[in-house]
């Protein structure tokens, strides 16, 4: 018996929820990201993994919000707990894959082309494994033209993503990265679930797993949380997220540690010329016992007598 589905139970809802979430993960996770592009110090694989939690997480609490308002008339519906946390982290480790590539590859070509491959396939597995956890008597089929259109949509846009906070700074980059990210993925989610049919078998008890609304919503509240408090983290104190200053700033510390033993060094020979000492205290000690000698040989240059004429009366 073939199923009625529906995909938008809440309305509009659902929709604007889920793309909010997309877009405030991916906006962490590329300012993350783009922050630890930009910075070559230890802690610079924190920020990618950071990054990754974010984007990742994003994408997950944007396609299970969806699934909130995804239902089928003639039965119910459940969710199988292990199969759903699995597609949490596979998600994750696939998106920080991809991210990590860009980082240390940096922003040619081939590392953008792999790393948003790779960081697309992992928002697709995620979706389609959060997919096979959905527990109800009857199978679920999709079309395979729609599996296409969404698994390329995840990944022209995460290429394109990457591609503009590897190649742009500053906020109005992060922000149009992110946008670009949250329309793609949560389009690739309805994309993907406008092509899936529903086959049913007529039973009518319930099925196996925990139902939406039991599982679903407590879920979502740990994801959620996680990317309120990254998001208030990076608006009060970007630097504390990373725990780096990029690229400029580390060119800019060089700059001073370079130009302080310049600047010392000038003061040393100033400080020689105007009392004739100066260095660390070895030096002084030579300076001043080459001093001593210059004094005495002066003086015992004044004591000699002359042997010839001095000045003009002498002549």
Not at 59 to 71: E, K, R, S, Y
Not at 161 to 181: K, N, Y
Not at 282 to 309: I, K, N
């Amino acid at each position: 018996m073939q199923g009625t589905v529906e995909g938008f139970s809440y309305g509009l809802v659902t929709p604007v929820a889920a793309f909010l979430m997309a877009c405030l993960g991916a906006a962490l996770g590329l300012r993350c990201t783009a922050r630890s592009l930009r910075t070559r110090r230890p802690w610079k694989p924190g920020g990618l993994a950071l990054g990754a939690a974010s984007i990742g997480s994003g994408v997950w609490t944007m396609h299970f919000i969806g699934m909130m308002g995804f239902a089928v008339s003639e039965a119910p519906i459940g969710y199988d707990r292990l199969t759903t946390f699995a597609s949490l982290a596979v998600g994750i480790v696939m998106t920080g894959i991809g991210i990590f590539i860009v980082g240390y590859r940096g922003s040619t070509p081939m590392a953008l082309i792999t790393g948003g491959t790779v960081t697309g396939l992992g928002i697709a597995t995620m979706h389609y494994l959060g997919m096979a956890g959905v527990r109800l008597h009857g199978q679920v089929t999709y079309d395979t033209g729609t599996v296409a259109l969404s698994v390329l949509i995840a990944v022209a846009a995460s290429v394109a993503g990457l591609w503009v906070i590897s190649t742009h700074r500053g906020f109005s980059a992060s922000l149009g990265a992110s946008l670009v990210l949250g329309v793609a993925s949560t389009g690739m989610h309805f994309t993907a679930m406008a092509g899936v049919e529903v086959h049913l078998d007529g039973t009518t008890r319930a099925p196996g797993g925990a139902p939406a609304t039991e599982l679903l919503v407590p879920m979502l509240i740990g994801p959620a949380v996680f990317l309120l408090l990254a998001g208030v983290a990076l608006f009060f104190d970007p630097l504390l997220v990373t725990g780096g200053r990029g690229r400029d700033m580390d060119r800019h510390e060089g700059h001073l540690r370079s130009a302080r033993p310049a600047r010392s060094a000038g003061a040393a020979r100033g400080l020689c010329g105007a009392r004739g000492l100066g260095g660390v205290p070895a030096q002084r000690t030579r300076l001043r016992a080459d001093r001593d000698r210059r004094e005495e040989a002066d003086r015992t240059a004044a004591r000699a007598p002359r042997s010839g004429p001095q000045d003009l009366h002498d002549w």
